[in-house]
């Protein structure tokens, strides 16, 4: 198991759950309530469908040799544009 996908994972569970938070308050919060039973299933499914790509990618900027290698890269996922 590499030191990426242990990252990605424990930034999978934390991303995960903001994500669900804020699909709950979406949907909990406005008139959608009325579907809620609906809505839900697929607030786990697509904050789940969303946090696994985001976070395989957000993983390896949390490395400190990320960081040694690229001191000048502040993009979001670390494509940082040439100039």
């Avoid at 990252?7 to 919060?29: C, P």
């Avoid at 969303?50 to 494509?79: K, Q, T």
């Amino acid at each position: 198991m590499s030191l990426r996908f242990q990252i990605a994972v424990l930034v999978f569970l934390m991303m995960q759950a903001v994500l669900f938070g804020a699909g709950v308050v979406l949907v909990l919060a406005t008139p959608l309530t009325k579907e809620a039973m609906m809505l839900m299933p697929w607030v786990v499914a697509v904050s789940v469908l969303i946090s696994a790509p985001l976070s395989w990618m957000i993983a390896p900027r949390l490395r400190a040799r990320y960081w040694r290698e690229h001191p000048d890269d502040h993009s979001l996922f670390g494509h940082h544009a040439r100039r």
